[in-house]
């Protein structure tokens, strides 16, 4: 049974520490960072045009983004999902890819770039500038893009019918959400906390929580 508050659903035969949730819709739209340039590109000139920058370059909607620095923990948390995310791939058909792969946003000339993201879809082979068909996505959280990467980036993300689990890891305590579309086709949330067991369905795997944040020191709350 789902019971409802404003504009989600909450699932009553889920456990309540895990917070379910429906999707509906989102009312908070945040971009990462300020328009770089007033020319816009075809992603052909994107490719292009950013192969010449010092920085890497966000494509949406014909406008380049610049993509904005991150602190040591995002970049720790970030390593840590890679070290475990590939061995448990290793050999199967699926590939793994840090933040230098753009994914694709399907059917538009979108280009975003997630901190992770897994692809076990053959048609990824074609192109060496990016993935579009990515199963898993990973994002770890800034105070700056936490808005951006809950709304209007899932928003785009989930136009995709290969994504499954959409995941947001925060990088100032030990708390990852994931974001599930499961068998009916509906997106749920699934909240996880300190000693949890954080369940990745879209790769097969499960996991205590601590092991995402392995070496991360966080600064004391004021």
């Known amino acids: 049974m789902y019971l409802g508050l404003g504009n989600v659903l909450f699932n009553s035969k889920i456990p309540w520490k895990h917070h379910c949730v429906l999707i509906l819709n989102y ?19 994107y490719f292009d045009w950013e192969e010449q920058q010092l920085e890497k370059y966000e ?24 070290l475990i995310v590939k061995p448990h791939l290793r ?13 694709n946003i399907l059917n538009t000339p979108n280009y975003i770039y997630p901190d992770l993201s897994v692809t076990c879809d053959a048609r990824d082979a074609s192109s060496t500038q990016y993935i579009t068909y990515p199963c898993l996505i990973v994002e770890v959280l800034s105070n700056s893009t ?14 995709n019918p290969n994504l499954v689990d959409y995941v947001l890891v925060s990088s100032d305590e030990i708390a990852i959400d994931i974001y599930h579309k499961n068998a009916a086709g509906e997106w749920v949330i699934y909240s996880y906390r300190s ?28």
Do not use: W
């Not at 494509?59 to 890679?82: C, E, K, P, W």
């Not at 199967?92 to 840090?98: A, I």
């Open 27 to 45: 009312g908070v739209i945040f971009m990462i960072a300020a328009r770089d340039n007033e020319r816009y590109f075809t992603p052909e000139e």
């Open 195 to 222: 000693g949890d067991l954080v369940v990745l369905q879209s790769i097969d795997l499960s996991l205590l929580i601590e092991q995402f944040y392995e070496d991360i020191i966080f600064e004391p709350q004021s």
């Open 91 to 103: 050999g199967s058909s699926c590939k793994t890819y840090n933040s230098d792969c753009r994914v």
């Open 146 to 159: 936490e808005a951006y990467d809950r709304g209007k980036k899932f928003e785009k993300y989930r136009r």
């Open 59 to 82: 494509l949406i909607d014909g406008r380049v983004y610049a993509m904005t620095g991150g602190t040591r923990n995002h970049s720790d948390i970030a390593g840590n999902l890679i």
